[in-house]
């Protein structure tokens, strides 16, 4: 895969607005597809049974989907790689 370096903004652009598509659709099956298992566990048995196991799990993969999302779309890495150096150059500049 290409690093950020060798991509353009474009490139950048595309493939940030491609992953928050992604995650819309995640979130938005997630919701439909647990308030339909909700419905069927509490009509089905009278109470909440096991609908509970299912949002909990898939929940936590959505939560892991949206951190993924809002790190690499803001490019910790680059970012922290660029704040390093400029301390580095800082450290250097004090010492001579």
């Known amino acids: 895969m290409a690093t950020t370096q060798t991509q353009t ?4 652009a595309r493939k940030r607005g491609r992953y928050l598509s ?27 049974n096991w609908a509970f196991w299912i949002t909990g799990f898939w929940g ?3 939560a892991f989907h949206a951190l993924a999302y809002f790190v690499d779309g803001r490019q910790l890495e680059e970012r ?9 150059r800082r450290r250097e500049a004090h010492e001579e």
């Open 9 to 12: 903004p474009e490139e950048r």
């Open 22 to 48: 992604g995650l819309v659709w995640h979130a938005g099956t997630f919701l439909i597809i647990n308030a339909f298992f909700w419905i069927l566990d509490i009509a089905g048995y009278g109470g909440v």
């Open 60 to 62: 936590f993969a959505l």
């Open 80 to 88: 922290k790689y660029r704040q390093y150096l400029e301390d580095e």
